[in-house]
Nanobody, 122 residues
Framework: QVQLIESGGRLVQAGDSLRLSCAAS????????MAWFRQAPGKEREFVAR????????VYVDSVKGRFTISRDNAKLIIYLQMNSLKPEDTAVYYC???????????????WGQGTQVTVSS
């Protein structure tokens, strides 16, 4: 069992930076691949980034490449999403997720947090 709690979302202006955190509980945290997804109003949940259990392998959706960075601290049971040069189209509820399959599909992730709202004003 893994429980996930996101934090760090808030209202920012375009061009600002923001770091989201996802605190996990569970002794097997380091066994899981972790990912961030986001969901804007009226849209489907979208993959943003994922990271391997070791932290060395990362994948990003094209729209955030070069702006967002995913990282993890297995000792602290936390994953992060550093978001730079934020744009209004980044506005969404951001979710972290844990799974045992290395995938960009939401259906591959078994555990989800409750989400944290990020709003980027123009």
């Amino acid at each position: 069992q893994v429980q996930l709690i996101e934090s760090g979302g808030r209202l920012v202006q375009a061009g600002d930076s923001l770091r989201l955190s996802c605190a996990a509980s569970g002794r097997t945290f380091s066994d899981y691949y972790m990912a961030w997804f986001r969901q804007a109003p009226g849209k489907e949940r979208e993959f943003v980034a994922r990271i391997s259990w070791s932290g060395y392998a990362t994948v990003y959706v094209d729209s955030v490449k070069g702006r967002f960075t995913i990282s993890r601290d297995n000792a602290k049971l936390i994953i992060y999403l550093q978001m730079n040069s934020l744009k209004p189209e980044d506005t969404a509820v951001y979710y972290c997720a844990a799974g045992r399959i290395l995938s960009t599909a939401a259906s591959s992730y078994r555990y989800w947090g409750q989400g944290t709202q990020v709003t980027v004003s123009s």
